[in-house]
């Protein structure tokens, strides 16, 4: 199966799709230099959180290894940026760093392949401490990590009280690791609750992982967005909206924002919406009903504006006849050859108008229903 960074076709609307929030206005900070014993502690604790749930530890050996030796070293280490939120911090950067330490200190075992913690047995590493354990080093280099302090810049957002608008941008503005997060993994970070939960839950989903075609969840939860945006353009904010272009980031948040505690009764009903549409469009069309098609033959990869807009109209379809029938044995081909739908994924694919076009065409071009219908 193809990885997932070369498996999304690439829309430059969408990667310059972003925006400010003048919600972003009272926001205190203060620093505070903290040990690795003190940040072990808070995090056996509970008062020091996670990033985001499930997300995965993605340095590899040696760039850990290479951390450890910085601070046996005595080097600089970078200062990480927590979120206060009640009595607890939120890591916002320095989540690879604070988690090298623990696992390293206490666990005894490296995330990625839960095999024991050794540091890289390469050159790259000091030959004092190539390929050993922290229970391996001496008595002073282990109470040298663990009395190591970080500066912790901690921040805490203080008006509006009754949301996270602005702690997203936080999230994105001051994120400065070499793997920066995505927006997805930002949102997870900042919107948990029920409907976070239940977004991994569905991205496990059968159906919707061999029509997205990557056997195996991302780890940057790129996956997991598709499936947010569908249910942020079924719900009434696209086809009653009457804005000229939208920002699709903050739709997206604003959505998660508005359901992140969603009760089981509402989730169940998404769910039905989401699995019922997935596995009857993998039926109709089978694994390529979300790839492009030219000259002949389908793409490889997975199309973000030709998923919203066969996803969206079978859902359309579906509730306004309460069943999903072909207009036309190739109509699939047929809309993806159609020029106007070729436009309307391709160019100003955040314009509401563009949205709404290439919505259409595929209801009607797939099942013969009007979008006027709905």
Same mark, same amino acid.
């Given at each position: 199966m193809p990885e997932i960074e070369n498996n999304i076709e690439i829309i430059q609307s969408e990667i310059e799709d972003d925006y400010s929030d003048d919600s972003l206005f009272n926001i205190s900070s203060w620093g505070a230099d903290l040990s690795f014993r003190e940040l072990i502690s808070m995090y056996e604790d509970n008062e020091l959180v996670k990033p985001e749930? $499930? #997300?995965?530890?993605?340095?590899?050996? @040696? !760039?850990? &290894?290479?951390?450890? !030796?910085s601070i046996l070293l005595g080097l600089p280490v970078p200062s990480i940026f927590l979120a206060q939120a009640g009595s607890q911090k939120l890591i916002v950067d320095g989540y690879q760093r604070i988690m090298t330490v623990y696992d390293y200190v206490k666990r005894g075992l490296f995330s990625s392949d839960k095999k024991v913690f050794r540091l890289?047995? *390469? !050159?790259?590493?000091?030959?004092?401490? #190539?390929?050993?354990?922290? *229970? !391996?080093?001496? @008595?002073? +280099? $282990?109470?040298?990590?663990r009395s190591t302090t970080?500066?912790? /810049? /901690?921040?805490? $957002?203080?008006?509006?009280? +009754? +949301?996270? =608008? &602005?702690l997203y941008q936080i999230f994105e503005r001051i994120n400065t690791s070499g793997r920066s997060l995505t927006a997805q993994e930002i949102r997870n970070c900042v919107y948990q609750g029920s409907f976070n939960n239940f977004l991994f839950a569905l991205n496990e989903?059968?159906?919707?992982?061999?029509?997205?075609?990557v056997e195996q969840p991302d780890n940057r939860m790129r996956d997991i967005e598709y499936i947010l945006r569908f249910f942020t353009l079924k719900s009434d904010f696209v086809l009653k909206n009457e804005s000229a272009k939208i920002s699709l980031k903050k739709a997206l948040n604003d959505y998660m924002q508005r359901h992140r505690n969603d009760t089981v009764e509402a989730l169940e009903n998404e769910r039905h919406d989401f699995e019922t549409i997935t596995e009857q469009?993998?039926?109709l069309f089978g694994p390529n009903a979300f790839r492009n098609y030219s000259n002949g033959k389908y793409s490889r990869k997975f199309h973000p504006a030709i998923f919203d807009a066969?996803? /969206? &109209?079978?859902?359309?379809? $579906?509730? =306004? #006849?309460g069943q999903l029938t072909l207009a036309s044995e190739n109509c699939h081909i047929t809309l993806l050859e159609n020029s106007d739908f070729k436009t309307a994924i391709s160019e100003r694919t955040t314009d509401i108008e563009n949205i709404k076009?290439? /919505?259409?065409?595929?209801? &009607?071009i797939l099942f013969g229903v009007s979008i006027d219908e709905t």
């Open positions: 749930l $499930q #997300r995965k530890y993605v340095w590899d050996r @040696t !760039e850990a &290894s290479r951390f450890i !030796e890289s047995n *390469s !050159e790259k590493i000091n030959v004092r401490w #190539r390929n050993k354990a922290f *229970s !391996e080093l001496s @008595t002073d +280099d $282990q109470r040298k990590i970080i500066h912790a /810049i /901690i921040f805490e $957002q203080k008006k509006p009280e +009754d +949301d996270d =608008t &602005s989903n059968r159906a919707w992982r061999s029509l997205f075609g469009i993998l039926a066969v996803m /969206i &109209s079978a859902l359309f379809c $579906q509730k =306004t #006849r076009k290439r /919505i259409g065409l595929a209801s &009607s």
